[in-house]
T-cell receptor, first 116, second 118 residues
Framework: GAVVSQHPSWVICKSGTSVKIECRSL??????MFWYRQFPKQSLMLMAT?????????EQGVEKDKFLINHASLTLSTLTVTSAHPEDSSFYIC????????????FGPGTRLTVT | AQTVTQSQPEMSVQEAETVTLSCTYD???????LFWYKQPPSRQMILVIR??????QNATENRFSVNFQKAAKSFSLKISDSQLGDTAMYFC???????????????FGQGTTLQVKP
């Protein structure tokens, strides 16, 4: 159990367009989901925390108008990169915290975004 | 603010040997969790081991064990009988607790790339 999926696994888009990435908890309810960004051979950088039914909390330096996060249900959170530019190219990973379990996060397989 | 430091960017070990990855952290919190995650070439994050700060006993999961030194704020990972499948990037991570309102945020170290050689 405790499987998290992400869709798409990779996406290529043109500069100036928007792209949406979905994160789903398949077999559990997730009260909190987290979005990370990872550059090659580097660590995970937390972008934002999303709680079901409320606005996301963004980390310092992350543009909330550029990275729109929606957590509409206990099993789905979406990250929309608006007006994408080549510098937004990265690996985006989501994780989900199971309802009632405080300490464990389950990670999705990640989405590779390339902006041309 | 909490910080996590992994001072070994890269390490290598021969198959079947033992290797220890280092991690130090800085916090003023007394209640927290520490984790080691593995990220193989597939880039899927996998939990290796978890340690609760209030427990003095070091956590163990099969070939993986930790040396948790709370006073020194040190949390090293020992991999015994290394296998080729252990080749991955390893991240040390910290999570603080706020009682029932735990934010669940993980703070990651820079990572250590481990190569297991045949």
């Amino acid at each position: 159990g405790a499987v998290v999926s992400q869709h798409p696994s990779w996406v290529i888009c043109k500069s100036g367009t928007s792209v949406k990435i979905e994160c789903r908890s398949l077999d559990f309810q997730a009260t909190t989901m987290f979005w990370y960004r990872q550059f090659p051979k580097q660590s995970l950088m937390l972008m934002a925390t999303s709680n079901e039914g409320s606005k996301a909390t963004y980390e310092q330096g992350v543009e909330k108008d550029k990275f729109l996060i929606n957590h509409a249900s206990l099993t789905l959170s979406t990250l929309t990169v608006t007006s994408a530019h080549p510098e937004d190219s990265s690996f985006y990973i989501c994780s989900a915290r199971r309802q009632g379990v405080s300490y464990e996060q389950y990670f999705g397989p990640g989405t590779r975004l390339t902006v041309t | 603010a909490q910080t996590v430091t992994q001072s070994q960017p890269e390490m290598s070990v021969q198959e079947a040997e033992t290797v220890t990855l280092s991690c130090t952290y800085d916090t003023s919190e007394s209640n927290y969790y520490l984790f080691w995650y593995k990220q193989p070439p597939s880039r899927q994050m996998i939990l290796v081991i978890r340690q609760e700060a209030y427990k003095q006993q070091n956590a163990t999961e099969n070939r993986f064990s930790v040396n948790f030194q709370k006073a020194a704020k040190s949390f090293s990972l020992k991999i015994s009988d290394s296998q080729l499948g252990d080749t991955a990037m390893y991240f040390c991570a910290f999570m603080k607790l706020h009682g029932s309102s735990n934010t669940g945020k993980l703070i990651f170290g820079q990572g250590t790339t481990l190569q297991v050689k045949p």
